[in-house]
């Protein structure tokens, strides 16, 4: 059988509300959740041991091979369906690590896709969706690889439309693990953040069809709850955030997910471009992608 082939799309988080901090210590969000244009590509050889290889230029941040979570989901989802088929992954890996982007869950998200293939299952199928999430909270988004809102610790997904956005995507190649994001934000077991009125009051998200200006007039009244402490334990997502911002063309910039990523979306393609060339001139060390989300 040839080998099959899959992308892990780079998520974004338009938008993060940390509602609060569940009993069980996990935290409930709502995020809106977009995809970029770029992607680690990963392939399977159908056969054998479960195996996996990684290259590409960011080979070396992916760190243990049993740390991984293509190498996690492929085992999780093993031990779920009985005589799984296997195989030998091998990860191209062109995204950032530890960076808001969701590379990992991407890359996951990727590796439980092409064992569907191989195997005939349904991406509906309970066990795979079980997987996902218990692989990690970004998972079940990127299994789908698509505009939603999340909810809930990422197990809820609503499909969104999204127009195709011109964007920038910079990482200051600075890892911020999550944990101590979450754990800089200081919620309590049990302490909510957002409290009924504020669910009441929150945006309806636009309908098929909408513009570019559309969205940024509603994502402008909500916004990362992840940002602020981010910028504590890494300032430099601050002088991320300012190079966007002072960039011509921009609509809106902010950071994506627990950092260091930080995106700005801009009305014209030609704009989004001009300001990637210009931040790679004065900042030859970071990591930037001109493109689109969607």
């Not at 069980?24 to 970029?36: I, Q, R, T």
Request: net charge negative; proline share 6%.
């Amino acid at each position: 059988m040839p080998a099959l082939i899959e992308e892990g799309r780079a998520k974004v988080n338009l938008s993060l509300r940390v509602v609060g901090r569940r009993a069980d210590g996990y935290h409930d969000l709502e995020s809106v959740v977009a995809f970029a244009d770029c992607a680690d590509r990963l392939t399977l050889e159908p056969g054998g041991e479960l195996k996996l290889a990684t290259t590409g230029p960011l080979a070396a941040a992916c760190g243990e091979t049993s740390d991984n979570l293509v190498f996690k989901a492929a085992k999780l989802l093993a031990d779920a369906v009985p005589n799984l088929k296997l195989g030998a992954f091998a990860l191209d890996k062109v995204l950032p690590v530890a960076a808001g982007i969701g590379g990992g869950s991407a890359d996951a998200a990727a590796a439980l896709r092409l064992l569907a293939r191989l195997n005939n299952l349904p991406l509906d199928d309970p066990r795979l969706q079980k997987v996902a999430l218990a692989t990690g909270a970004d998972v079940p988004v990127c299994l789908l690889s698509r505009a939603c809102d999340m909810t809930g610790v990422g197990e809820q997904l609503l499909p969104l439309a999204l127009p195709s956005m011109p964007c920038v995507m910079v990482n200051p190649r600075v890892p911020v693990a999550t944990k101590d994001v979450f754990k800089a934000l200081g919620l309590r077991n049990g302490e909510l953040l957002v409290g009924a009125t504020s669910v009441l009051g929150a945006p309806a998200w636009p309908e098929e069809g909408a513009t570019i200006a559309d969205w940024v007039d509603v994502l402008e009244t909500v916004a990362n709850d992840l940002e602020a402490p981010a910028m504590r334990i890494e300032p430099v997502i601050g002088d991320v955030l300012s190079a966007l911002r002072d960039s011509t063309g921009v609509k809106l910039a902010r950071m994506s997910g627990s950092g260091a990523t930080c995106f700005a979306i801009y009305g014209a393609p030609a704009d989004a471009h001009a300001a990637a060339e210009k931040i790679r001139r004065d900042h030859p060390g970071w990591w930037v992608h001109a493109g689109t989300l969607s």
